[in-house]
């Protein structure tokens, strides 16, 4: 008998820890595209659907990624008061009480959430306003009266957990000094230590990578948001990022998201329109936002870029972290360098247009401001 293919083993591998995990059986498993981290499969029993997943092995089973989805969901059920039906899915215990458990029979972590039915966000204007609404309402209920408990994220994902600084890309050098892909990847990561030398070094800008104070998602680029079919941004997925940081952070990653415009266009293009619609939308629903917040946000952006540059350049000589899309890049490798090399390209391209970008921030954030709501009066349909 001829051994199954890779994908037909990882989908048994997926019905072995449903059933060994959370005592699924009988269950109709499919396998989910687009992540770039964790396995996911679509679980069908009886007349439910759930999300499962196998999570990356870098990390390292922490079990705050199932408690802190699990503080999250409490703290929605009880701060919330039924105006949002399901902005984040729900978590499940395994059959050992752990929200990651281990498979019995193949080892590895798994996680199983609910399933919401939606559509893909819309990069275009109302969708960048829409998923800046629904993140600015999430960010004032995790935060208000007071922000939730959580444990601290796993060690291994640092991407925009820091800022990244010149000797991080320096240190891919020396630390990969014998690999066979180095020569190859030496501009990008002298492009990456001019770039990172660039960024501002006064206390205003490094607090927004240094302080932890307010409970944000960590990760809320486009593909974690889930549309109804008439437009509205009805949940944000993907909750491994939750930690406590800074509210620019979230909101640039948001700007990156919706602003960096898709492949093949040159990676300096951007989406003017789509980034002034995610600050307007933030500001109607969002934890307020000062003028130096504003000031701060282009270059917030830029360091975001720098930092993910750094992680496709890490993971292009690694190869631990991304998962390889087979249908756009001939290797993994060539997938992490083009990758780098687009958010290099960005960087410098946000750097010279720094002022116009402050001027447009500040005009949408004045526009949301007069539109202002309180969460409770935001639809979900």
Not at 45 to 72: A, C
Request: charged share 20%; with cysteine.
């Amino acid at each position: 008998m001829s051994n199954p293919s890779p994908a037909a083993a990882l989908i048994n591998e997926a019905a072995e820890a449903a059933q060994g995990c959370f005592g699924l059986d009988n269950i109709r498993i499919t396998a989910l595209t687009g992540g770039r981290v964790n396995e996911s499969f679509m679980v069908e029993h009886g007349h439910e659907r759930f999300v499962l997943q196998k999570l990356n092995d870098i990390f390292m089973g922490s079990p705050s990624l199932g408690l802190n989805w699990k503080s999250l969901r409490d703290a929605l059920a009880a701060r919330a008061e039924g105006w949002l039906q399901k902005p984040v899915p729900d978590i499940f215990p395994g059959l050992d009480g752990q929200f990651t458990p281990s498979s019995p029979t193949r080892g590895g972590y798994w996680r199983l959430t609910s399933y919401i039915a939606g559509l893909p966000a819309s990069i275009d204007p109302p969708g960048a306003r829409e998923a800046a609404r629904l993140t600015g309402a999430l960010h004032r209920l995790l935060n208000n009266p007071a922000p939730i408990e959580l444990l601290p994220p796993p060690e291994g994902e640092l991407t925009n957990q820091r800022l990244t600084r010149p000797e991080d890309f320096e240190i891919l050098a020396i630390h990969y000094q014998r690999h066979p892909h180095l020569d190859a990847l030496r501009h990008l990561i002298a492009q990456g230590t001019d770039s990172a030398w660039q960024l501002p070094s006064f206390p205003a800008f490094l607090c927004a990578f240094q302080l932890n104070e307010v409970v944000i998602h960590g990760d809320p680029k486009a593909d974690n948001f889930i549309f109804t079919p008439d437009g509205h941004a009805l949940a944000l997925i993907d909750w491994d990022n939750l930690r406590y940081g800074h509210v620019l952070t979230d909101v640039a990653e948001m700007l990156r998201s919706w602003g960096k415009a898709p492949e093949p266009c040159p990676a300096s293009a951007i989406h003017l329109e789509n980034m002034a619609a995610v600050v307007e939308g933030y500001a109607e629903t969002g934890l307020p936002l000062s003028t130096q917040d504003l000031t701060l946000l282009p270059a917030v952006l830029r360091g975001i870029t720098i930092t993910l540059a750094r992680r496709y350049l890490t993971d292009a000589l690694a190869e631990v972290f991304f998962k390889w899309d087979r249908e756009k890049y001939p290797s993994l490798y060539i997938q992490n360098r083009t990758r780098a090399e687009a958010m290099l390209d960005l960087s410098e391209y946000l750097l010279e247009h720094e002022m116009r970008l402050v001027d447009t921030f500040h005009a949408a954030y004045e526009r949301g401001k007069s539109c202002r709501v309180e969460p409770s009066a935001i639809h979900i349909a």
